[in-house]
Structure formats: C-alpha cells, structure tokens
C-alpha cells in the first residue's frame, strides 16, 4: 500500500491529467495563516491549491514566484486546510504530501495543530534527490502517543513549514526549501474526488500496482 500511494502521489505530480482523476482540489492547503519568508519569491499564496510544479522546469531551475514560495534561512509558513483536514491512516503510510520543488532537495521542519495554537512536531521532511522533484512524504501516525491524545480520529487543520536553516541559501530568490503545495492525503476519502470513470481510476491503480520497485525508489 506503501508503494502504491508513493507511486499515486509521484502521478500525481507528474501529470495534471491523472492528478485531476485522482485527487479533488480541496486536498490542498486553502489559506495562509502566518509567514515569515526571507527569500526574493516570497508570495505565500503560491503554496495554496494544486501543484503547479512540472518535471520540465527541474533541469534549468526555471520556475517563477507564481509556481512556489522560498522559505529563506529558518523561514516559516503556516497554512490552514478549510474545507479538509488532515488525518493519519493508521499506519506507515505517508499522510500529508509536502511539495518542496527546485533542482535542490532542501529539508523542512513540519508541524501540525487541530487549533493553530498548540502544535505537533512531526518531524524532518527531506526530499531523497533532486530526481524526486515532487516532493516529500510526512507519515504523522508516528508521532501519535496516549500522551498526546492524538489518533486516528484526530483531524488537523494547520501545518507549519518551517526552513531548518541547513539547506541552500545563495540564490535570493529561492533560499531554503521552495514550497509549491501541500496536501492531505487521509482521510483518503475526503481527499479524492468521486471517479466519474470508475473504470480509469483501478486501470491506473493496477498499472502502478505492477511497476517494477525500482522505478518509485
Ligand atoms: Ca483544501
Ligand atoms: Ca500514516
Ligand atoms: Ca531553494
Ligand atoms: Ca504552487
């Protein structure tokens, strides 16, 4: 299932087409909460609703303040999910989609919060490669104790990104990690839309089923 829903999100990016059969536009984050961006593209607005990112714009770098907005060093965004919420699926699996673009991986520090006040670290984001121009996956099942109260019925409206100050900051404009999007992924059933070609949604789900490994690696 893992494998699967790397692959789904990899599609996702990769093509608009398959994007829009699979995930409804209410999956993505809806509003800018708080911002501090030390960075030339610093238009937080550019990180609400669908990715904009295209696999073409990686090998020149090529993308302007329209597609992503630039952290800068120990910069921070934070967004507010309105007509969705984000929950944990209950196991491993990635919940939240952070897609931190440019021909640099750069990490983030992500939180998330049911209220904008009181926040949940849910650990380091960090693109594997810059071959990975999609982004990153947040599991935040794992961050879930008895303490904290959180569980799978726990939904979060809030999630910080913040720039760990350990990334890439010589070009002004796209200092630290570039945030295009960010999107829940569970609860899966409020994050898709409803198939109008049933048909076409388990054609590309077995297709992806039966990619080799090694090509979502
Ligand atoms: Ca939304
Ligand atoms: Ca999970
Ligand atoms: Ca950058
Ligand atoms: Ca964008």
């Given at each position: 299932?893992?494998?699967?829903?790397?692959?789904?999100?990899?599609?996702?990016?990769?093509?608009?087409?398959?994007?829009?059969?699979?995930?409804?536009?209410?999956?993505f984050a809806d509003a800018v909460v708080d911002?501090?961006?030390?960075?030339?593209y610093n238009d937080p607005t550019s990180a609400?609703?669908?990715?904009?990112?295209?696999?073409?714009?990686?090998?020149?770098?090529?993308?302007?303040?329209?597609?992503?907005?630039?952290?800068?060093?120990?910069?921070?965004?934070?967004?507010?999910?309105?007509?969705?919420?984000?929950?944990?699926?209950?196991?491993?699996?990635?919940?939240?989609?952070?897609?931190?673009?440019?021909?640099?991986?750069?990490?983030?520090?992500?939180?998330?919060?049911?209220?904008?006040?009181?926040?949940?670290?849910?650990?380091?984001?960090?693109?594997?490669?810059?071959?990975?121009?999609?982004?990153?996956?947040?599991?935040?099942?794992?961050?879930?104790?008895?303490?904290?109260?959180?569980?799978?019925?726990?939904?979060?409206?809030?999630?910080?990104?913040?720039?760990?100050?350990?990334?890439?900051?010589?070009?002004?404009?796209?200092?630290?990690?570039?945030?295009?999007?960010?999107?829940?992924?569970?609860?899966?059933?409020?994050?898709?839309?409803?198939?109008p070609e049933p048909a076409t949604l388990l054609?590309?789900?077995?297709?992806?089923?039966?990619?080799?490994?090694?090509?979502?690696?």
């Open positions: 299932m893992r494998l699967i829903m790397f692959c789904l999100v990899a599609s996702l990016a990769a093509s608009t087409a398959r994007a829009e059969i699979l995930f409804h536009d209410r999956a911002y501090n961006l030390i960075s030339g609400l609703g669908r990715n904009d990112w295209t696999a073409d714009m990686v090998g020149v770098n090529q993308w302007g303040s329209e597609i992503g907005t630039s952290l800068g060093n120990g910069g921070y965004l934070t967004m507010e999910f309105v007509d969705n919420e984000v929950g944990g699926s209950g196991d491993s699996d990635k919940d939240l989609w952070v897609f931190e673009i440019g021909g640099i991986p750069e990490e983030l520090q992500i939180e998330i919060s049911i209220d904008g006040s009181s926040w949940l670290d849910v650990g380091v984001a960090d693109r594997a490669s810059a071959t990975v121009d999609y982004g990153v996956g947040v599991d935040i099942d794992q961050y879930f104790t008895v303490g904290n109260g959180y569980d799978t019925s726990t939904r979060f409206r809030y999630v910080r990104v913040s720039d760990t100050g350990n990334n890439s900051y010589n070009m002004f404009n796209k200092a630290g990690a570039d945030i295009d999007a960010v999107a829940a992924i569970y609860p899966l059933s409020n994050q898709t839309t409803s198939v054609l590309l789900l077995f297709g992806l089923a039966l990619l080799p490994r090694r090509r979502c690696r």
